[in-house]
Structures are given as structure tokens and as C-alpha cells.
């Protein structure tokens, strides 16, 4: 761009990159390869879903997940309880997201196969 002057003046634009918040559907964790089912959230919908979701201390599952750079475990046990408490921010906080509808079809495949989550930030 050439300023009144008639100098070139140049605009540093900053972009902010972030990296995915991925859930990887497995029996444990040594199991995880190429052909893991993956579910990543950007971090623009994970802000979202951890603002709507207070009080914290109502979603223990969403909670484990709070911060988003710390690798964690949703075990097969937590998987239904997780899908309650995202379906309860739906209905509740009218959080509609397609990210999250389509985390809790993931969650539920993950389920049906008796698989655990494991949540890295990659």
C-alpha cells in the first residue's frame, strides 16, 4: 500500500494458531494409530462450549476437558454421562453448534464400540 507520500507502508497482520483439541477413539491408548477414529475440535468451538457450561462443577465429564492444552482420558464409562451433559447445554444454554451435534455422534459410535477417549491437544 503506498501512503500519501508516496512510500510504501506494509501491515504486519498477527494471526493467532491454535492447535485442535483431538478425541481418539480407542480400547487404550497403545492402540492409537492412523486408523483411530478422530474427532477434532477447533478451538473457537471449545471456548464456546467451556463458557456455556457453567457452573463447571455441573458438568464433572466437560470439566475433565477445561484445560485445553493438558492431554486427558474419557473413559467408556464417562461417555454416556458426557453425552447427557452436552445434550443438557442444548437444551439448557440453546447452545447449538453443529461441532457439538456431531461430537455426540462420534461419542456415540465411540460407545457402541466400546471404545474410551483420548484427548490430546495436537
Do not use: W
Not at 93 to 121: A, M, P, R
Request: some cysteine; hydrophobic content about 40%.
Amino acid at each position: 500500500m503506498i501512503n500519501g507520500k508516496g512510500i510504501e507502508a506494509s501491515h504486519q497482520v498477527k494471526y493467532e494458531v491454535f492447535m485442535a483439541l483431538d478425541f481418539m477413539a480407542s480400547k487404550n491408548e497403545k492402540k492409537i494409530d492412523e486408523s483411530t477414529p478422530v474427532f477434532s475440535f477447533r478451538k473457537f468451538d471449545y471456548d464456546k462450549l467451556l463458557n456455556n457450561a457453567k457452573p463447571l462443577n455441573q458438568y464433572p465429564i466437560i470439566k475433565k476437558i477445561d484445560d485445553y492444552y493438558a492431554d486427558t482420558t474419557i473413559l467408556y464409562g464417562e461417555i454416556q454421562p458426557l453425552i447427557k451433559e452436552l445434550k443438557s447445554l442444548i437444551k439448557t444454554k440453546k447452545l447449538h453448534l453443529e461441532t457439538i451435534i456431531h461430537f455426540i455422534d462420534f461419542l456415540e459410535k465411540s460407545f457402541n464400540d466400546g471404545l474410551n477417549i483420548y484427548v490430546y491437544c495436537d
